[in-house]
């Protein structure tokens, strides 16, 4: 069982920056995979970003490439996103999720075996 616990959302102008924090409880961190995700109001929930378990693989969305990196600190259990250039339509909740298929940065939220609660982004024009 992991627990994930996400922070450092909050309101940022379009072209500001923001980096999210994932903290995940246990001492199997290194087993998976992680992910970011989004869901905005009335969407479904989108793939965002995704590391394998040593960091040395990672996806983007399109939508994000180019703006958003993802990494992980498997010493303080913890996975990141820097999300700089921010724009309006990135305004959602934001998730992360792990998934034992931990040498594959997935896509699909299938995938995923445990998710955390999303902290909140808004991006202001």
């Known amino acids: 069982q992991v627990q994930l616990v996400e922070s450092g959302g909050g309101l940022v102008q379009a072209g500001g920056s923001l980096r999210l924090s994932c903290a995940a409880s246990?001492?199997?961190?290194?087993?998976?995979?992680m992910g970011w995700f989004r869901q905005a109001p009335g969407k479904e929930r989108d793939f965002v970003a995704a590391i394998d378990w040593s960091g040395s693989r990672t996806d983007y969305a399109d939508s994000v490439q180019g703006r958003f990196t993802i990494s992980r600190d498997n010493a303080k259990n913890s996975v990141y996103l820097q999300m700089s250039s921010l724009k309006p339509e990135d305004t959602a909740v934001y998730y992360c999720?792990?998934?034992?298929?931990?040498?594959?940065?997935?896509?699909?939220?299938?995938?995923?075996?445990?998710w955390g609660q999303g902290t909140q982004v808004t991006v202001s024009s």
């Open positions: 999720a792990a998934s034992r298929a931990r040498s594959t940065a997935s896509r699909p939220l299938e995938r995923y075996d445990y």
């Open positions: 246990g001492r199997t961190f290194g087993s998976y995979a």
